[in-house]
């Protein structure tokens, strides 16, 4: 089976850096993606790592280490518009992405 | 426009109705999903299909069932609806000739079975 783990909550405050980890245990793992949702809105998509190391857009950054099973979501100077869930999403070629729960931020001033 | 609409966007409905809940894209993505959010569960697929003659089971596809009418139309179907059944769904397509499949997902149908 596959099943990826990311905290539950995570809360920081706006202008800081914070991470959101995400473990996974993938078969035929090809790459990891993380999503952004807001209240009341649908998931959209904000980086994909199919190769180890950092990607950057912006104010956020997603890393992978294969060897790990490990990769994480950096969000730099926070804004309060920043407070959503993130999910971070496995990808294994011809089948489904598989989400984990997700992580809800809340930024605080 | 929306890439990626669903009708209705809220429904109310009673235990034992027969429920459809409808997707429909423009993106001319030959990959569409259905999933289901509870608080707390992430998002937990219910059906997919490939293509338009492709349709597999996800996670939790018992108590559903899916039509794929075309490349752009994919439907959820709820034979006779039960309260558990409750939850935001979420419909998704993707593009199979992407590496990282991306998923472009609709804005949600929320619906309470009473």
């Known amino acids: 089976g596959q099943s990826l783990e990311q905290p539950s909550e995570v809360t920081a405050v706006e202008g800081a850096i914070v991470q959101i980890n995400c473990t996974y245990q993938?078969?035929?793992?090809?790459?990891l993606s993380w999503y952004q949702q807001h209240d009341g809105g649908a998931p959209t998509f904000l980086s994909y790592?199919?190769?180890?190391g950092l990607e950057e857009t912006g104010r956020f950054s997603s890393f992978l280490s294969r060897s790990d099973s490990y990769g994480y979501l950096l969000l730099q100077e926070l804004q309060m518009k920043d407070s959503a869930s993130y999910f971070c999403?496995?990808?294994?070629?011809?089948?489904?992405?598989?989400f984990g729960k997700g992580t809800r931020l809340s930024v605080i001033a | 426009d929306a890439d990626v609409t669903q009708t209705p966007r809220n429904r109310i409905t009673k235990t034992g109705k027969r429920i459809m809940l409808e997707c429909s894209q423009t993106?001319?993505?030959?990959?569409m999903y259905w999933y289901r959010q509870d608080p707390g569960l992430g998002l937990r697929l219910i059906y997919y299909?490939?293509?338009?003659?492709?349709?597999n089971k996800g996670e939790i596809s018992d108590g559903y069932s899916v039509s794929r009418q075309a490349q752009a139309k994919f439907s959820l179907s709820l034979e006779s609806a039960i309260p558990n059944q409750t939850a935001l769904y979420f419909c998704?397509?993707?593009?199979?000739?992407?590496?990282?499949?991306?998923?472009?997902f609709g804005p949600g149908t929320r619906l309470t079975v009473l």
């Open positions: 998704a397509t993707s593009d199979k000739a992407r590496l990282e499949d991306t998923q472009y």
């Open positions: 993938t078969s035929g793992f090809y790459g």
């Open positions: 790592n199919g190769l180890d």
């Open positions: 999403a496995s990808d294994s070629g011809n089948t489904p992405l598989v």
């Open positions: 993106k001319g993505h030959d990959r």
């Open positions: 299909s490939f293509d338009v003659k492709d349709i």
